[in-house]
């Protein structure tokens, strides 16, 4: 599985947008890039996953380069709710053999008002 | 609300005794997967049921067992407990075996005393 490594904390303050990296330089060639929220005392969430190029849905946009190194989630304006620690998984598609999350210490995002 | 219930929310417990977390996955879900959650080690697998069976695991202690029961919902039992295992335990379950996007339980707080 392969490793991945993201900002401990970042800051913000409400209304502005939030980029977060996440590197992998050993990310697979069948491997999947997936981003998870989770708020004090709750489950994760799960926000988005992307292979490459750009993915958007209601929550957030996830860009991934060409050589699939490294992801950025973006988060528009965000607000005082998005206070939270979000993770960067890496791993392949159903099926394949892929079970368990590995979750590493994410980052932990402030929006300040 | 994810779908996934997990009861108790809370349980406070002394050291040595056993206890049991109870886990129901979404409607139509065949995988359970069964994290822990502490300060100092994050998000942890233990194990995965796929329709009954074990299908992986993870780092979890002897001391603990799993079981899937036909109706899908899932038991975790923690015996001889420990200060150290005072934790957080999610539950999580996806549709199918080996999939990285999972949906999470709101958890159980375990306190040993």
């Known amino acids: 599985l392969a490793k991945t490594t993201q900002p401990i904390s970042m800051d913000s303050y409400e209304g502005q947008e939030v980029n977060i990296t996440c590197s992998h330089n050993n990310i697979a060639t069948n491997d999947y890039i997936t981003w998870y929220q989770q708020f004090p005392s709750q489950g994760p969430r799960f926000i988005i996953q992307g292979y490459k190029t750009k993915v958007t849905n209601e929550v957030a946009s996830l860009f991934i380069p060409a050589d699939r190194k490294s992801s950025t989630l973006s988060l528009p304006r965000v607000s005082l709710s998005d206070t939270a620690v979000y993770y960067c998984l890496v791993g392949s598609r159903p099926g394949g053999g892929y079970n368990k999350l590995i979750f590493g210490a994410g980052t932990r995002l402030a929006v300040h008002p | 609300d994810s779908g996934v219930t997990q009861t108790p929310k809370h349980l406070i417990t002394a050291t040595g005794q056993r206890v049991t977390l109870r886990c129901s996955p979404r409607?139509?879900?065949?995988?359970v997967y069964w994290y822990q959650q502490s300060l100092d080690q994050g998000l942890q697998f233990l194990i995965q049921y796929y329709n009954g069976e074990e299908r992986a695991k993870g780092n979890i202690l002897e001391r603990f067992s799993a079981q899937q029961f036909p109706d899908l919902h899932s038991e975790l039992n923690l015996s001889s407990l420990e200060l150290g295992d005072s934790a957080l335990y999610f539950c999580a379950s996806s549709p199918r075996d080996s999939q990285n996007i999972q949906y999470f339980g709101a958890g159980t707080r375990l306190s040993v005393l």
């Open positions: 409607s139509g879900d065949l995988s």
